[in-house]
């Protein structure tokens, strides 16, 4: 199974733990700490995750050189992208603005250490 199959299999499995959580987590606290647009940040980081980390790959396989650039490069755009998101959506829909920053940013968590232990166990040396 090459990498990219392999990271495919993986994150499928992580998206469907992530979400069964986040589906536990909404219907199991009271509504006042559940934002209705949560799953819109939700979307938003495992597609833009998935991308990023699906053309790391990519890049890691042709040139390690280009992987470094890529990374610097993806994770520049994504920071910007995310928090662009962000103040965009607290902007138009400012109620519970708390709880979804507060959604946002365990998001943020969860899939930055998801992305770079995989990206580290992919790239690390290989033992002989």
Known sequence: MNALTRFALIY??????????FFFYNT??????VHPYGWV???????I???VHFTLLRAAQK??????RGFIAANTIKIFV???????FVLFIKTGAVVFIS????????????ETSLLYRYLRPKKS
């Open 12 to 21: 499928l499995i992580f998206l469907a733990v992530t979400g069964g959580l």
């Open 28 to 33: 199991s606290v009271p509504p006042e700490y």
């Open 41 to 47: 940040s939700y979307a938003v980081f495992a597609v």
């Open 49 to 51: 995750t998935g991308i």
């Open 63 to 68: 040139d390690p050189k280009a992987f470094v």
């Open 82 to 88: 995310y928090l662009g998101f962000l103040v965009l």
């Open 103 to 114: 959604q946002f940013a365990i998001f943020y968590l969860v899939f930055t250490v998801f």
